[in-house]
C-alpha cells in the first residue's frame, strides 16, 4: 500500500468522510488494525488515518486520556 492513502492531503477545506474512504476500507481488512491504534497512540501520531479512524490531534488526546481511565 503506498502510505499516501493514509496521509490526506491538506486543503483549505474540511476534510469529509468521503476523502478517507479508501484508506478506511483497507484499514478494516486489516488483521492489525488494533495494534495500529495502539502503535499511532503511543507515538503520538496524528494528521493520519491509523487502526481505522482519521486522528486528528484532539482525537489523540482523546484516545490517550480515555486509555488512561481504563488502565488507572
Known sequence: MDPALFVPVRSTRP??????????????????????LAHALL?????AVWGGEYLSDGRVRQLRAQRRGLTA
Do not use: F
Request: charged share 25%; aromatic share 0%.
Open 15 to 36: 476534510r469529509t468522510t468521503h476523502d478517507l474512504t479508501p484508506a478506511l476500507a483497507v484499514c478494516h481488512r486489516c488483521p492489525v488494525i488494533r495494534e495500529c
Open 43 to 47: 507515538a503520538k501520531e496524528h494528521g
